[in-house]
């Protein structure tokens, strides 16, 4: 008899307790597909592919010197693979991880599992998240959490197992042309383990002060994202090598490593809202909201923010360091949304699906909460409108960041960089700055549409309907413990 071991969004040998109770099979074959649903999906992008393809070198190197073992790789129908190798081999047994991404993955497995039930093959999942699965507690979800999170992370054993080797499809044929930079994430566990290793050492001294600037965030954030979203390194062991920082650590720098430990969580938090609430991925969470942006979207608009010609220079700033790198940080995520949502009033159905593009660490469970958050539709947060000049004053005051990612706007002076339309005919001339031709002018009038957007919140917000859903979705959704 033979198993598999199918490794999905869990690239990585340690701490992978799929992986580890696999090896005690006589014979495994050791599995990764690249669904074809996932190629064709618009929010799969470059990004994503080049950080799976080197993620994958990197599991096949791990493999091969540990075990003398093969990753077989496979593309196409991932039903339709399982077909294939169980005619060929006489399978009894799946293991993986429990993976909650877009609904179409939900589909998949639904359709796996009807067909390892009809072939009598057992599917044996494993959890990575501290996900309750069924009996949701609210009140005892972050007590279980922290338990799943202290448990001894799993290490691998010399092991007898016999792995066969299948196919190999060559990730290199998947057409990836749109990134042209280098300022990329690297895939792989090396990666990994030395953003850990030099965020828990070193650069997480100042996180909490520098985590909202996209000038300091970008080294004193750990830019573990990518690496949790497709597992090349497991959050439990990120959790724990945390905690044990802090336990020799004080001042600034425990304060930094707190804060960070509580995201931890909350990245499990969104996880397990979007295990019990999948639809928040198309319909807005609050169905009081519905209707609001569907029938006024502006194409011009969304064309100008995503190409990062708004004429704010500081979110036409943060757009293009996001596409060229594929990462920004938190506030930046958030006022991008915030813009798109209310500035522009534009769908987050349609701004979500774009950001996911570029955002290598894609997770739907995170996404999609924070993407509504941003745009009002929770009904139970707070209503938050950013403004871009008011960021951009607080987070690049020189306007450094602002003439690095916009450079059509070096010239203009100092205090006029975050709004150059401010600028005098003269010192317009001076420095040959054309209006609308050098740089857009303002798609919109910051403070009308602000306004505009206000009104038109809350006059859902403070309806009965608005507030007796929000009601609900508080019982369901918050955790008692921990603030989102
Ligand atoms: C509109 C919007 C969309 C977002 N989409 C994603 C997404 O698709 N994938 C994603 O991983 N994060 C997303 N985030 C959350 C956050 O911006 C990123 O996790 C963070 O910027 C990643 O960089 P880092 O690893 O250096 O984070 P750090 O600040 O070093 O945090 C460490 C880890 O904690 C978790 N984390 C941090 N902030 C949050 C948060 N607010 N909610 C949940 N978990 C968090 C992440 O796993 C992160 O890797 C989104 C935020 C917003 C506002």
């Given at each position: 008899m033979t198993n598999v071991m199918w490794f999905r969004n869990d690239l990585r040998i340690e701490d992978n307790e799929a992986f580890h109770?696999?090896?005690?099979?006589?014979?495994?074959?050791?599995?990764?597909?690249i669904d074809q649903q996932f190629l064709s999906k618009e929010t799969t992008?470059?990004?994503?592919?080049?950080?799976?393809?080197?993620?994958?070198t990197d599991l096949e190197n791990r493999l091969e010197t540990k075990f003398y073992a093969s990753l077989n790789i496979y593309c196409g129908d991932t039903v339709e693979i399982f077909k294939n190798?169980?005619?060929?081999?006489?399978?009894?047994?799946?293991?993986?991880?429990?993976?909650?991404?877009?609904?179409?993955?939900k589909k998949v497995d639904d359709d796996c599992d009807a067909l390892f039930r009809y072939k009598n093959i057992h599917w044996k999942k494993f959890d990575q998240f501290g996900i309750q699965l069924s009996n949701r507690n609210r009140s005892t979800w972050s007590y279980e959490w922290k338990k799943f999170m202290s448990k001894k992370y799993t290490d691998y054993t010399a092991c007898n197992c016999k792995f066969i080797k299948d196919y190999k499809y060559r990730v290199e044929n998947i057409k990836m042309d749109e990134i042209c930079t280098d300022n990329i994430q690297k895939g792989g566990a090396k990666f990994a383990q030395n953003n850990l290793s030099s965020f828990l050492s070193d650069r997480g001294e100042f996180y909490r002060s520098q985590m909202s600037s996209p000038i300091t965030a970008e080294t004193s954030c750990s830019r573990l994202s990518p690496h949790i979203a497709f597992g090349t390194i497991s959050l439990k062991r990120i959790y724990q090598e945390t905690i044990k920082t802090i336990k020799t650590s004080d001042g600034d720098y425990k304060k930094s490593l707190m804060s960070f430990k509580s995201r931890l969580a909350w990245h499990c938090h969104f996880i397990q809202k979007y295990y019990d609430e999948p639809s928040i991925e198309s319909s807005n969470l609050n169905e009081a909201y519905d209707g609001l942006r569907e029938n006024s979207f502006n194409e011009k608009l969304f064309i100008a923010w995503k190409s990062g010609m708004t004429g704010f220079p500081f979110i036409d700033a943060c757009m293009r360091y996001l596409k060229n790198t594929g990462?920004?940080?938190f506030r930046m995520r958030a006022m991008l949304v915030s813009f798109a949502s209310y500035q522009l009033w534009l769908d987050w159905r349609i701004t979500s699906k774009y950001?996911?593009?570029?955002?290598?660490d894609y997770e739907p469970g995170i996404h999609y909460s924070q993407?509504?958050?941003?745009?009002?539709?929770?009904?139970?947060?707070?209503?938050?409108?950013?403004?871009?000049?008011?960021?951009?004053?607080?987070?690049?005051?020189?306007?450094?960041?602002?003439?690095?990612?916009?450079?059509?706007?070096?010239?203009?002076?100092?205090?006029?960089?975050?709004?150059?339309w401010m600028m005098s005919p003269i010192e317009m001339?001076?420095?040959?700055?054309?209006?609308g031709i050098s740089y857009p002018e303002p798609l919109v009038d910051n403070v009308l549409s602000t306004q505009l957007a206000k009104d038109r919140i809350w006059s859902i917000k403070k309806t009965n309907k608005a507030r007796e859903l929000s009601k609900i979705i508080v019982q369901k959704h918050a955790s008692n413990k921990n603030k989102f």
């Open positions: 109770s696999a090896l005690k099979s006589d014979s495994l074959i050791l599995i990764y597909i992008s470059p990004f994503h592919l080049r950080f799976i393809k080197d993620s994958l190798l169980i005619s060929k081999y006489k399978i009894s047994c799946v293991y993986s991880h429990n993976i909650f991404k877009e609904s179409y993955i990462w920004i940080n950001l996911a593009r570029l955002f290598t993407v509504q958050m941003q745009s009002g539709t929770t009904g139970i947060n707070t209503i938050r409108i950013y403004n871009p000049i008011k960021q951009s004053l607080d987070h690049d005051p020189n306007g450094n960041f602002i003439k690095e990612w916009v450079p059509e706007l070096r010239e203009v002076p100092d205090k006029h960089i975050h709004q150059p001339k001076f420095v040959d700055y054309k209006r």
